[in-house]
């Protein structure tokens, strides 16, 4: 399956520091319109990921495009990259930080922002440099989200946020992205907010891609399956499942299976949960990286096993 539009499309790609390579040989696909976790350990390369989308840095290797085009030909209103630190003018305002926004970027929507800054009471003549972690970061999504971009690129964008003002900016920028069909990509270290935002994930680990897809997809190809180990280890009716990992606990074993064709017993099976199949994989620097067929680069497409859609 490969339809619609694309919003990234990597092929090899790789970036290599004067310490060693950061991310190396990534290939994967986002279609349009999806709202996607980009998730793995400190240091997986998420932050480099989003730089090189951002074209903030340039790629040692491999080739990317973004909306159809080279990242550097990209039109800058077409993109919106917040980055961790969230960089703002601290002798700025409020309203002179949106007042920017707005004269530099042709499509701004000025209500859009405000309404953002409003929902969080931050006062529109306070400095930024005077405001908290938080209310920074709020301005900071104002400004992202006001750009109207058709690429929003995220890198923590909640962390520092208080529960509750998560919870509203999630569902701003669900609504921005249901109504406008913007694509999201958003770096995250919080289960719960890719289990309730996002639709799409890319898992990093090491530089490289270990999952991407549908989170549907990805979830549905995998099952939990639990019983009384045997011998030393798991039965050998499993032994012809793909193994993502699994853990013996006293008598017992679970493990994470990519199944193919149905899966005898011994053992009870379950549908894994996300957090699951997630922490399976990033403690299982071994197990096969999996893409569902959307998250497939063209070339990749025809040369790489599907899994079953
Ligand atoms: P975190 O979850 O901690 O934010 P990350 O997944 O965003 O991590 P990156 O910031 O992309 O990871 O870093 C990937 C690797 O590249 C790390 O080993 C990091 O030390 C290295 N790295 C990142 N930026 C640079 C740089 N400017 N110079 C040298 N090495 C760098």
């Given at each position: 399956?490969?339809?619609?539009?694309?919003?990234?499309?990597?092929?090899?790609?790789?970036?290599?520091?004067?310490?060693?390579?950061?991310?190396?040989?990534?290939?994967?696909?986002?279609?349009?319109?999806?709202?996607?976790?980009?998730?793995?350990?400190?240091?997986?390369?998420?932050?480099?990921?989003?730089?090189?989308?951002?074209?903030?840095?340039?790629?040692?290797?491999?080739?990317?495009?973004?909306?159809?085009?080279?990242?550097?030909?990209?039109?800058?209103?077409?993109?919106?990259?917040?980055?961790?630190?969230?960089?703002?003018?601290?002798?700025?305002?409020?309203?002179?930080?949106?007042?920017?926004?707005?004269?530099?970027?042709?499509?701004w929507d000025q209500r859009a922002a405000e309404d953002?800054?409003?929902?969080?009471?931050?006062?529109?003549?306070?400095?930024?440099?005077?405001?908290?972690?938080?209310?920074?970061?709020?301005?900071?999504?104002?400004?992202?989200?006001?750009?109207?971009?058709?690429?929003?690129?995220?890198?923590?964008?909640?962390?520092?946020?208080?529960?509750?003002?998560?919870?509203?900016?999630?569902?701003?920028?669900?609504?921005?992205?249901?109504?406008?069909?913007?694509?999201?990509?958003?770096?995250?270290?919080?289960?719960?907010?890719?289990?309730?935002?996002?639709?799409?994930?890319?898992?990093?680990?090491?530089?490289?891609?270990?999952?991407?897809?549908?989170?549907?997809?990805?979830?549905?190809?995998?099952?939990?399956?639990?019983?009384?180990?045997?011998?030393?280890?798991?039965?050998?009716?499993?032994?012809?499942?793909?193994?993502?990992?699994?853990?013996?606990?006293?008598?017992?074993?679970?493990?994470?299976?990519?199944?193919?064709?149905?899966?005898?017993?011994?053992?009870?099976?379950?549908?894994?949960?996300?957090?699951?199949?997630?922490?399976?994989?990033?403690?299982?620097?071994?197990?096969?990286?999996?893409?569902?067929?959307?998250?497939?680069?063209?070339?990749?497409?025809?040369?790489?096993?599907?899994?079953?859609?």
């Open positions: 399956m490969y339809t619609g539009e694309s919003a990234l499309e990597a092929r090899g790609l790789g970036m290599r520091y004067r310490r060693g390579w950061a991310l190396k040989d990534c290939s994967f696909r986002l279609p349009a319109g999806r709202i996607c976790g980009l998730v793995g350990p400190n240091g997986a390369g998420k932050t480099t990921l989003l730089s090189i989308v951002a074209h903030v840095l340039e790629p040692t290797q491999g080739t990317l495009s973004v909306l159809g085009a080279a990242p550097g030909s990209v039109d800058s209103g077409r993109t919106s990259f917040l980055a961790q630190e969230k960089p703002l003018f601290r002798r700025f305002t409020v309203a002179e930080t949106l007042r920017l926004g707005r004269e530099l970027n042709p499509g953002i800054v409003r929902a969080g009471n931050v006062p529109f003549d306070a400095k930024i440099g005077t405001l908290s972690g938080g209310q920074r970061t709020r301005v900071a999504l104002a400004v992202a989200l006001g750009k109207r971009p058709d690429l929003l690129l995220l890198d923590e964008p909640m962390a520092g946020l208080d529960p509750v003002a998560r919870q509203e900016l999630v569902g701003a920028l669900l609504a921005e992205a249901a109504e406008r069909g913007t694509t999201v990509l958003m770096s995250t270290h919080v289960l719960a907010e890719l289990e309730n935002v996002c639709d799409y994930l890319v898992v990093l680990s090491d530089g490289g891609v270990r999952l991407a897809g549908d989170v549907d997809e990805l979830l549905s190809v995998h099952t939990m399956v639990t019983g009384a180990k045997e011998g030393e280890g798991l039965p050998a009716s499993l032994a012809h499942h793909p193994l993502v990992e699994s853990r013996i606990s006293g008598r017992q074993f679970t493990a994470l299976i990519r199944p193919e064709g149905p899966v005898a017993g011994p053992g009870e099976t379950d549908s894994p949960s996300l957090d699951e199949v997630l922490l399976a994989y990033l403690r299982s620097p071994d197990a096969p990286p999996l893409l569902t067929p959307t998250a497939q680069v063209r070339d990749q497409a025809y040369n790489a096993r599907t899994v079953a859609a």
